[in-house]
T-cell receptor, first 115, second 113 residues
Framework: AQKITQTQPGMFVQEKEAVTLDCTYD???????LFWYKQPSSGEMIFLIYQGSYDQQNATEGRYSLNFQKARKSANLVISASQLGDSAMYFC????????????FGTGTRLQVTL | EAGVVQSPRYKIIEKKQPVAFWCNPISGHNTLYWYLQNLGQGPELLIR????????DSQLPKDRFSAERLKGVDSTLKIQPAELGDSAVYLC???????????FGPGTRLLVL
């Protein structure tokens, strides 16, 4: 069975600083994808970044980067130059390959950006 | 490009009443998902459609929940009768096809009294 673990229920970061949100996963499938979503108070899940299990390089999307350490089964999200608008819930999710594929989410980390 | 549209955004009903949620996916997206998100938790898949076919409904409580996607575009999720424990956010998502990135709608926040 797939499992996603986010051990940080809440994080604080000062504006313009970088922050790392932790995510570890557990799967026996060789093929899988890892995702990060942002959920502001409005409720919508906003896709941020994707990393495939066979990707050799860490994914980056603007201020977001994914620190993928396959041997440790971790996929941490790094947000650089934090902005007040980054305050939200952040969910790590995994989708394994195969016809039974579905997204499995972690419990989320609430990030608060302060002045 | 318009995103995933859901309605209503909020719904308050009394227990034992029926309720329905509507979802319009991103144009051209063949795969549609319904998720349930309880407070303080990540979303959990209820059902996945490939066009009009429900290909994964293993997590859908079929005694009271039903869903349809008749023409392979819009979808409706229904609960009848609703119970107190159904209070949650119901999220709809779509993707171009299975295995591609899922894009979510704003969700419907249901409160059962």
């Amino acid at each position: 069975a797939q499992k996603i673990t986010q051990t940080q229920p809440g994080m604080f970061v000062q504006e313009k600083e970088a922050v790392t949100l932790d995510c570890t996963y557990d799967t026996s499938d060789p093929s899988y994808g890892l995702f990060w979503y942002k959920q502001p108070s409005s409720g919508e899940m906003i896709f941020l970044i994707y990393q495939g299990s066979y990707d050799q390089q860490n994914a980056t999307e603007g201020r977001y980067s994914l620190n993928f350490q396959k041997a440790r089964k971790s996929a941490n999200l790094v947000i650089s130059a934090s902005q007040l608008g980054d305050s939200a819930m952040y969910f790590c999710a995994m989708e394994r390959g195969g016809t039974a594929s579905k997204l499995t989410f972690g419990t989320g980390t609430r990030l608060q950006v302060t002045l | 490009e318009a995103g995933v549209v859901q309605s209503p955004r909020y719904k308050i009903i009394e227990k034992k009443q029926p309720v329905a949620f509507w979802c319009n996916p991103i144009s051209g997206h063949n795969t549609l998902y319904w998720y349930l998100q309880n407070l303080g938790q990540g979303p959990e898949l209820l059902i996945r459609y490939e066009n009009e076919e429900a290909v994964d409904d293993s997590q859908l409580p079929k005694d009271r929940f039903s869903a349809e996607r008749l023409k392979g575009v819009d979808s409706t999720l229904k609960i009848q009768p609703a119970e107190l424990g159904d209070s949650a956010v119901y999220l709809c998502a779509s993707s171009l096809e299975w295995g591609k990135t899922q894009y979510f709608g704003p969700g419907t926040r249901l409160l059962v009294l």
